[in-house]
């Protein structure tokens, strides 16, 4: 894994040296296996994440070479989106990124429609969760292409405020 204080500042710029050793400590704790990077499995150890819904894909998100495993450095990364110090922009674009599962810069109407199932589970029949999704894109399709830009997004989440919400205690 590495020693904590040895990663440049660009990546741990949201983290002073004590939150980046308790996060080496949180992570050496999540690495059951000692392998140096986290499982889907290990992430599933943790009570709090057992029971949410993207979790997989919060763990895509950090995944960030797309090997299946989040090492160290994909760690701090990910967990800088939910930093207290975190800007704006950068916990919008991790929110988007939620939702944009093939990571073409856009939402389309089967990615809402995957992840708002992932989030309803069966609380909705297909059909009335495919009425949401198509609303939704009609609502937020500003320029009429049948998809979410980020732009679109981010103009309506900034307004929830949603970015104040995603952060993470250390």
């Known amino acids: 894994m590495g020693n904590e204080e040895s990663y440049p500042p ?3 710029s949201h983290f002073d040296n004590e939150e ?7 992570f050496r704790k999540l690495d059951l296996d000692k392998s140096g990077t986290l499982s889907v499995d290990e992430f599933l150890a943790l009570p709090e994440l057992q029971q949410n819904p993207l979790l ?3 763990i895509d998100i950090f ?3 797309g090997n299946g495993e989040v090492d160290f450095k994909e760690f701090i990364v990910g ?4 930093s207290v110090r975190g800007d704006e922009e950068q916990k919008l674009k991790f929110a988007f990124m939620i939702y944009d599962i093939d990571k073409d810069g856009y939402i ?3 990615e809402l429609f995957q992840v708002l199932k992932m989030m309803v589970g069966d609380n909705l029949r297909e059909p009335q969760l495919q009425q949401l999704v198509d609303k939704t894109i009609l609502l937020l399709d500003r320029d009429g292409d049948g998809k979410i830009s980020f732009e ?3 103009a309506v989440v900034r307004q929830l405020e949603i970015h104040k919400k995603l952060v993470l205690a250390l």
């Open 79 to 82: 967990a800088s989106h939910f």
């Open 108 to 110: 389309s109407n089967g």
């Open 10 to 12: 660009e990546i741990c």
């Open 20 to 26: 980046i050793k308790r996060l080496g400590r949180s």
């Open 63 to 65: 995944d960030t070479d």
């Open 152 to 154: 679109e997004f981010s």
């Open 56 to 58: 997989g894909r919060v």
